[in-house]
């Protein structure tokens, strides 16, 4: 079953069941709390919490999503991507549990014939939050899910909340186990690769207050009403329904993937680390031509850092295969944009735009990669001679400030040369770089701001000031 047919079977069973389809949010997330969409009830929130009133209370939608968090795992697990789609069926003060969890058993065992995803019962387990009795009785009497299938776990995997303050719940989550040859028995406690976790239903009915912590926070209260929130992950059920082994072997990733070997001569299959790069480029250019897509551009902060560490990973991992020519990144953006253009259309009419953003922040990390190696072939000179065998931390530390070349190059090139690197000396300077920044952030926080210059502008004494930034951008000098 193709990627786009789940998404269309998913919404049609919900929409045929009373739920509006809403379109997907844009990536920029409206919440000032988000730097981007992570789920698909974020653009929900305002309803939840009572402060705007939904266009219908049931509601579905196929919401694009980016996890930042989830960066260093993509390529290495089977399941997680930092952009994917995140299916979901909501409801406010509409239908709760007792409705909710008999609908997602229905749409996952329901033969494909008749709409459904035609999941074998026995290879359904599910998990409910501690103390959630009248979870485990729908589960159990309702739908008929052996007690032995059903795993009871913490705040930490069973409780979500979203935002401070936010909407928050205790949730229940559907696992598909791919079988022995994936891990261990024992259901999602025991091995979350075997048992993939495809769909999460929370049960959104309180507010929370503050706090940082995922697991220990005040509850305010309960919301205006008792809500549903649900979130299944498409490139997940996609990868179940293909019979492949993880989400980049997907129609649509692998398309990038495939590519990616295409024009680097790799075979994936034979190696572990090429195999991880292969899946990481695939990931990665998909994400980035969908940021880009939702106007956001390669910057140093905010959302423009993801997006550029996500392009330049993209790039590092392809130079890491051997493909070290420009105008890569502009033929997998390509392939990118024709696979995910049957669901989103505006990509390939915004293709040139696309393309023009992300040629750029090729060329310009190319340039940072071509400087940073003569500087970095100095260094190894000044090593030599003084008949080190290890790069000083400090170099490796300017490397990475001021050419922007990140620590695993510097580590792979000079492993080249026969050299070691002080890493630790040079983590030492980023830890130093990090509590200067931080102590810089509590000055302005606090107003301990030195804004004596400030006066100087004022008072004409700095002499005058020519503002140049409608002839020049930052970083033409
Ligand atoms: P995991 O435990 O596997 O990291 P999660 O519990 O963090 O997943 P949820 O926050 O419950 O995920 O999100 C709902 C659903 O979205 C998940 O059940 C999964 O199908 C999908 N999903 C979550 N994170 C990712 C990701 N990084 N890539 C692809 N799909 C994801
Ligand atoms: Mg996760
Ligand atoms: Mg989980
Ligand atoms: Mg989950």
């Known amino acids: 079953m193709e990627s786009a047919e789940v998404a269309r079977r998913f919404l049609g069973f919900f929409e045929e069941r009373g739920h509006t389809v809403v379109p997907s949010a844009s990536l920029v997330a409206e919440d000032p709390t988000l730097l981007l969409v992570n789920a698909g009830m974020v653009p929900f929130k305002p309803y939840f919490l009572g402060q705007r009133t939904p266009p219908s209370p049931r509601m579905t939608s196929a919401q ?16 997680h991507a930092t952009f994917f789609q995140m299916l979901g069926n909501f409801s406010i003060g509409d239908y709760f549990k007792e409705q909710a969890i008999p609908f997602a058993w229905e749409l996952l065992t329901r033969s494909r014939d008749e709409g459904g995803f035609g999941f074998p019962e026995e290879k359904l387990w599910v998990t409910v939050f501690n103390d959630d009795d009248e979870a485990v009785g729908l589960w159990h009497d309702k739908v008929g899910v052996p007690l032995d299938r059903i795993q009871r776990r913490g705040m930490e995997d069973n409780f979500w909340s979203m935002g401070v303050p936010g909407p928050c719940g205790p ?58 929130d649900t979130g299944m992950g498409l490139e997940r059920m996609a990868a179940i329904l293909q019979g492949v082994d993880n989400i980049y072997e997907t129609d649509t990733l692998w398309r990038v993937l495939d590519r990616a070997a295409g024009l680097t001569g790799t075979r994936y299959g034979r190696e572990h680390r090429a195999d991880v790069s292969l899946r ?53 953006t390509a392939v990118a944009i024709a696979a995910m253009g049957e669901q989103y259309p505006e990509l390939v009419r915004t293709a040139a735009n696309i393309h023009t953003v992300i040629d750029a922040e090729e060329d310009s990390f190319l340039q940072t990669l071509r400087t940073g190696t003569a500087i970095f072939d100095t260094a190894v000179e000044q090593t030599r ?44 300077l980023m830890r130093e770089q990090r509590e200067r920044a931080k102590k810089d952030a509590r000055d302005k926080k606090t107003g301990n701001l030195d804004v004596s210059v400030l006066d100087e502008l004022l008072t004409g004494a700095g002499g005058r000031v020519d503002f140049i930034g409608y002839r020049h951008l930052l970083g033409d000098a």
């Open 64 to 79: 694009k999503c980016v996890r930042t968090p989830d960066i260093e795992e993509v390529g290495k697990t089977t399941r």
């Open 171 to 228: 949730c229940s989550e559907i696992y598909y186990d791919r079988g022995p040859e994936y891990g261990r028995e024992g259901g999602p406690v025991a091995d979350e690769d075997r048992y993939l976790e495809v769909w999460n239903l929370v049960f959104m009915q309180y507010e929370r207050g503050p706090g940082e912590s995922k697991t220990d926070f005040p509850i305010l209260g309960d919301l205006p009403s008792k809500n549903i």
């Open 280 to 332: 990481v480029i695939a990931d990665h250019v998909r994400s980035g031509t969908m940021m880009v897509a939702d106007g956001i551009r390669p910057g140093n902060e905010g959302r423009g850092y993801v997006l550029r560490r996500i392009l330049r990973r993209s790039i590092r991992n392809l130079r890491l295969l051997g493909g070290e020519d420009a105008g890569l990144m502009h033929e997998l």
């Open 385 to 428: 001679r003084a008949g080190g065998a290890t790069l000083a931390g400090d170099q490796a530390f300017k490397l990475h400030d001021t050419y922007g070349f990140p620590i695993d190059l510097t580590l792979e090139m000079a492993s080249e040369q026969g050299l070691q690197v002080d890493e630790e000396g040079f983590r030492r």
